[in-house]
């Protein structure tokens, strides 16, 4: 780690091409989650911030938007290799402020990197309908247009993936982008932002810090033109109801409950290796992580005992140290609400077969947690624990696993695990779910679609389909004579 480039880092807003105080009166700590103690300080961004960078952002918005596709990649693709030649700052910001395992981080801010060239590249392959004649005299055709301002809320679980998620697609199609981090991990935006400073045109990107008051002002704005959240089920309902002001476009990756349903014939290694990395990557803080095992009644009991032993050993402890597997929750008040799930959890019938307590003080850590004996109905089931728990259900038959895969109001990931195409393909049909995996868990690609059904929300992250949603398709129609 360079801790010099880290003291480094602009703790400010960074509107029209620069670092800027801004307006806020509050300032909001910003912790070390592995050794619980607060490391930096960041602007508590105001209506006023939010004014200021919808200022910005208009100035910048026709050129960005008249720039070609070329272009527009071009510089997309310099963003990519200035931030893989930062590569090693990046991911040790992410590491402290995240808590992330390095090698986590490491792996993730490749990934960022890829899907922002990615996007560079998607930049140039838009494609629509051929023009035609569909009156006399009239030809048609359609153009894509970039819908203008348009406004990204990340989560702090996976800060530089969630700004690689809303800058590339929407930068990629000629949009200019107010982005709001997470008030707990703002700390690689704003090196991406001082990045970018030297390639993006002022305006074209700018961040403002802070929590649900600069949030709340950038729904309401009127001038935005799409919000993209990233977050909570609770916060993707109450961005819906406030964006009806303006009738603004919402693009909502909210919260999940992935199940993980295993057929009697799976292959139990598989399972648990799967589910070591699908329960505890993260810490488990994850919208797609592997929380409720669904299994047969010919495989359940092996596999129970498998993830028991499976589960005590991950290693868990210090992010930076190399072999360790799981770091601390992000912040207090997630421990507290991990802690709170597994307290209640003790009064009921559960049975917490390991885990289900704090680990060491010294951070925000927590036990890897397995726990047997839930009924469908029970809140480890059905709500978000975004902590490294994982529940144990048991089928008897098919459409009971069925029942029980569907049977919360999320729909973001699911998994499948059987030797069988047959039962895979049926069963990954009748899954609600926006993703399916069969035979792994939580495999994602900048080319393929990441966004949920139900609670889980709407819009897709990632892919062509990204791009899309950041567009908008105009019908040109001239009149004309003919021969
Ligand atoms: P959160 O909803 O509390 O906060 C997300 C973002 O919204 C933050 O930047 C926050 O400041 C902002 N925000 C909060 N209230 C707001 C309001 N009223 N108006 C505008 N902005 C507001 O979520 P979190 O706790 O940061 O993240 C965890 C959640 O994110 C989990 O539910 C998780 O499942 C979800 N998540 C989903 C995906 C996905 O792709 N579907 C990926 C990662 C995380």
Redesign the pocket.
């Known amino acids: 780690m360079d801790p010099y480039a880290i003291s480094k880092l602009p703790m400010q807003h960074f509107i029209g091409g620069v670092f800027t105080a801004g307006h806020a009166v509050d300032r909001l700590a910003v912790f070390n989650p592995a050794r619980a103690e607060p490391i930096f300080e960041i602007p508590r961004g105001t209506a006023a911030d939010v004014e200021a960078a919808v200022a910005a952002a208009r100035r910048a918005q026709r050129s960005w938007a008249l720039t070609t596709p070329s272009e527009r990649s071009r510089l997309l693709y310099r963003l990519a290799d200035s931030m893989e030649a930062e590569i090693e700052t990046l991911v040790a910001i992410e590491t402290l402020n995240v808590g992330k395992p390095r090698r986590n981080a490491h792996q993730e801010t490749r990934f960022a990197i890829d899907l922002i060239r990615f996007c560079a590249g998607a930049a140039r392959c838009m494609e629509g309908k051929a023009a035609g004649e569909y009156l006399p005299g009239h030809t048609s055709f359609i153009r894509r247009e970039p819908l203008g301002i348009v406004a990204g809320?990340?989560?702090?679980?996976?800060p530089i993936v969630?700004l690689a998620?809303k800058l590339g697609p929407a930068l990629a199609t000629g949009n200019v982008l107010i982005l709001?981090?997470?008030?707990?991990t703002p700390l690689t935006t704003l090196k991406v932002a001082e990045l970018a400073a030297e390639i993006l045109p002022p305006g074209v990107f700018n961040v403002v810090t802070?929590?649900?008051v600069?949030?709340?002002a950038?729904?309401r704005h009127p001038d935005i033109r799409l919000?993209s959240?990233?977050?909570?089920?609770?916060?993707?309902r109450?961005?819906a109801r406030?964006a009806t002001s303006n009738l603004k476009r919402v693009h909502l990756?909210?919260?999940?409950k992935a199940p993980v349903v295993v057929l009697d014939d799976a292959d139990l290694d598989a399972v648990v290796a799967g589910l070591r990395k699908g329960a505890f990557y993260n810490s488990g803080?994850?919208?797609?992580a592997a929380t409720r095992v669904i299994a047969a009644a010919g495989i359940y009991d092996r596999l129970r005992d498998a993830v028991v032993e499976m589960a005590k050993a991950v290693r868990v402890g210090d992010p930076d140290t190399d072999d360790t597997e799981m770091g601390p929750l992000v912040s207090a008040e997630?421990l507290a609400r991990v802690s709170g799930f597994m307290d209640r959890a003790r009064a009921t019938k559960a049975n917490v077969l390991t885990g289900g307590l704090p680990g060491d003080p010294s951070g925000y850590f927590f036990a890897p947690t397995i726990v047997a004996d839930v009924e469908q109905n029970h809140e480890l089931v059905q709500h978000?624990v975004?902590g490294p728990v994982l529940t144990l259900q048991k089928f008897g038959t098919e459409a009971e696993a069925i029942a029980f895969a569907n049977g919360t109001d999320f729909g973001?990931g699911a998994s499948l695990w059987t030797q069988d195409v047959g039962r895979a393909m049926a069963l990954s049909r009748d899954i609600q779910a926006g993703a399916v995996w069969v035979n792994c868990h939580d495999a994602v690609t900048p080319e393929m679609p990441?966004?949920?059904v139900k609670c889980?929300?709407y819009g897709k992250?990632l892919s062509m389909y990204s791009l899309e949603d950041y567009s908008h398709i105009k019908h040109v129609m001239v009149r004309h004579e003919t021969a």
């Open positions: 809320i990340t989560p702090w679980n996976y969630m998620y709001k981090p997470a008030e707990q802070g929590d649900e600069a949030g709340a950038i729904v919000v959240l990233t977050g909570s089920t609770a916060t993707g109450i961005i406030e990756e909210l919260g999940g803080q994850d919208c797609t997630q978000e975004f973001l990441h966004g949920g889980s929300g992250d």
